[in-house]
C-alpha cells in the first residue's frame, strides 16, 4: 500500500524506514503544497492501491503538467548505489547534504540510499558541519557556496537542471569536486560528466532515434499512478521525449521535443536557445518559450533571471553573434523564475504568469 507522508524534515528518515520495514511504500510529500494537491495526491495513491512489486513512489511534475506519482521497485534504485557512493566518495559513515525538498525524487533516493548504507543524509538546513558531499540542483549548489561551503565538504553531485559553467568553476575554487549529470524521475540516472560532456552512466546503453533519446537501463521506473506521463516504451528500450545528439559518445541535450517553438517558417528549440542565454553576464538562468501571434505562429520569447545588475550591451551583441536571426528572442521578461520542488525551472509556470502580466518586461 502507498503510504503519504507529510514532507517534515525532523524524524522523516525513520517515518522512511518504517513504512518500508512494514511491506509499504512510502510516499513523501510537501507541507507547503495546497489542500488541492494534497488531496489530488491522496487520492492517486488510493486509486493505485498495493501495486505489485512496488517499493518506491515519487513526486514528479517535471518542468509542466500535473504532478504524477512514479512508481518503482526497490531493485531500480539500489542497482545504482554503488556507483552513487562512488561517484559521492563517502563511506556509510558520512554524511550527504540534501537541500533539496524531500518531495523531489533526487532527496527521496538519497533517503533510500542512506537506508541501504549509503552516507547519512543531512536535510534542510540542518547541522552541515560534518557534510563531505551533496547531492542537489545547481541552484542548491550556488546557495551552499553563497552561503559559505561546510567546510568539510569536497564533492557536489549535481543534476536537476543546467549546471552553468561559471558555477561549476566557482566550485572547483572552493575545493570541490563537481559531477554532474542527467537523468528523470522515471529514467533515474542516465548520463553523467566529470567535466568532458555527459557519457553513459554505468550500466545504462543510450541511442537517438528520431533526434529522441533513447534508455536500455536497470533503473527505469515502472510506470505511474494517477495522471499519465511521458515514459513510454519500445522493447527494453525508454523514453520521456527528450530530444538529444550523441557525438563521440557524449550526449548533447535539446530539450523535450514538443516544446519545439514554430515561427514562420523556421523551428526553434527552447535548449538551444537557452544554452546562449546562460552564457550573458548578468544571466543566471532562462526558459525560451513561443509567444503566439498570427501570421508567425510565434514569436521567440525569453523569461531569464537576472544577477545583480542584469546583462549589459553584451546580451545584443552575444545574441546577435551566436544566435541565427529566427532563433533570437523579440520579447524579453526579467525575474526570478519559478522552479519546481527539485530546483528545476517550471516552465509552464513561467509562461503561465508571463501571459498573465506578472513579470516585468526587458528592454533590449
Do not use: N
Not at 87 to 104: I, K, N
Amino acid at each position: 500500500m502507498i503510504i503519504p507522508l507529510g514532507g517534515e524534515v525532523a524524524g522523516l528518515l525513520e517515518r522512511v524506514r518504517e513504512v518500508r520495514d512494514a511491506g509499504d511504500v512510502p510516499l513523501v510529500g510537501d507541507p507547503r503544497w495546497p489542500r488541492a494537491q494534497w488531496e489530488a495526491v491522496l487520492g492517486a495513491a488510493a486509486e493505485a492501491g498495493s501495486p505489485e512489486g512496488i517499493a518506491w513512489a515519487s513526486l514528479t511534475s517535471g518542468s509542466s503538467g500535473s504532478a504524477r506519482l512514479v512508481l518503482r521497485t526497490a531493485s531500480s534504485w539500489s542497482d545504482s548505489f554503488p556507483a552513487i557512493s562512488e561517484l559521492l566518495g563517502a563511506d556509510p559513515g558520512e554524511a550527504v547534504a540534501l537541500t533539496v525538498p524531500p518531495a523531489s525524487s533526487l532527496t527521496l533516493f538519497s533517503i533510500a540510499h542512506a537506508l541501504s548504507g549509503g552516507p547519512r543524509p543531512v536535510l534542510g538546513a540542518g547541522d552541515s558541519a560534518d557534510v563531505t558531499c551533496m547531492h542537489g540542483t545547481p541552484q542548491a549548489l550556488r546557495a551552499m557556496l553563497d552561503a559559505g561551503a561546510p567546510p568539510r565538504l569536497r564533492t557536489a553531485l549535481v543534476g536537476g537542471s543546467h549546471l552553468d559553467t561559471a558555477l561549476w568553476e566557482r566550485a572547483r575554487a572552493a575545493g570541490i569536486r563537481v559531477v554532474s549529470y542527467y537523468g528523470a524521475a522515471e529514467l533515474s540516472f542516465v548520463a553523467i560528466d566529470h567535466g568532458d560532456g555527459l557519457r553513459a552512466f554505468p550500466g545504462v546503453e543510450v541511442r537517438i532515434r528520431d533526434s529522441e533519446l533513447w534508455v536500455r537501463s536497470p533503473f527505469v521506473a515502472s510506470g505511474y499512478a494517477g495522471a499519465p506521463g511521458p515514459l513510454r516504451r519500445d522493447g527494453d528500450w525508454a523514453t520521456v521525449g527528450d530530444r538529444a545528439e550523441l557525438i563521440d559518445g557524449r550526449l548533447r541535450l535539446l530539450g523535450r521535443a514538443d516544446d519545439a517553438i514554430l515561427s514562420a517558417s523556421a523551428t526553434i528549440v527552447p535548449e538551444e536557445v537557452e544554452e546562449v542565454l546562460r552564457t550573458i553576464p548578468g544571466v543566471r538562468d532562462a526558459i525560451v518559450f513561443g509567444l503566439p501571434r498570427e501570421r508567425v505562429g510565434a514569436l521567440v520569447a525569453a523569461f531569464v533571471e537576472l544577477d545583480g545588475a542584469g546583462p549589459d550591451a553584451a546580451l545584443r551583441e552575444i545574441v546577435a553573434t551566436h544566435l541565427a536571426p529566427a532563433h533570437r528572442p523579440r520579447r524579453w521578461f526579467a525575474g526570478e523564475l519559478p522552479r519546481t520542488a527539485s530546483g528545476k525551472p517550471a516552465r509552464a509556470e513561467a509562461v503561465r504568469r508571463v501571459f498573465d502580466g506578472e513579470v516585468s518586461r526587458l528592454v533590449v
